[in-house]
């Protein structure tokens, strides 16, 4: 059985794992509910933790992602590895959008595989029939150049 990791918060008898299909994992201090914690909402929107409500809610904030200040299931939401570092417990929208501009955090975001990952679904999701056929027939023509291009190497080392 796997031993679980504990954040070094003073909120950690609330983080503490009560089991259930919705309680979150926390697998080291990189992954942990903490203020400041970049989240990722089931929307798809980024909102920064504010404050620690209870075992279950957060109070979460985006002032730049249009994510209104509200509290926040656990369950709904997903932790990154981004903090937004020295945001004091409950601060107010005009302090959580300066320590975000100040910190690059979105910036950081973007660049992440995570968000290209991510972008690329909702893409794909938005392509008529006609740009899912294109796709289809370009990904055909690359299949067919690399078998080509590997049945001449396979010729030329035999």
């Not at 299909?21 to 203020?35: F, K, R, T, Y």
């Not at 300066?98 to 690329?120: G, M, P, R």
């Not at 990904?139 to 035999?158: C, D, E, N, Y």
Request: proline fraction near 4%.
């Amino acid at each position: 059985m796997r031993r679980q990791q504990h954040c070094q918060q003073p909120y950690e008898h609330l983080l503490q794992h009560t089991g259930g299909d919705h309680s979150l994992e926390l697998n080291g201090p990189d992954e942990c509910i903490e203020v400041g914690r970049v989240v990722l909402l089931d929307t798809g929107k980024l909102a920064v933790i504010v404050e620690i409500v209870d075992h279950n809610r957060a109070l979460i904030d985006g002032p730049t992602t249009g994510v209104a200040r509200q509290a926040f299931p656990y369950r709904r939401l997903t932790l990154t590895p981004l903090v937004v570092s020295g945001l004091p417990r409950g601060a107010g929208q005009k302090t959580v959008k300066k320590y975000l501009e100040k910190s690059n955090v979105l910036a950081d975001w973007e660049k992440s595989a995570w968000a290209a990952k991510i972008q690329t679904r909702q893409t794909r999701a938005g392509l008529s029939d006609l740009d899912r056929f294109k796709v289809q027939k370009l990904k055909s023509q690359r299949r067919f150049a690399l078998g080509s291009a590997l049945h001449q190497a396979k010729k030329q080392a035999a």
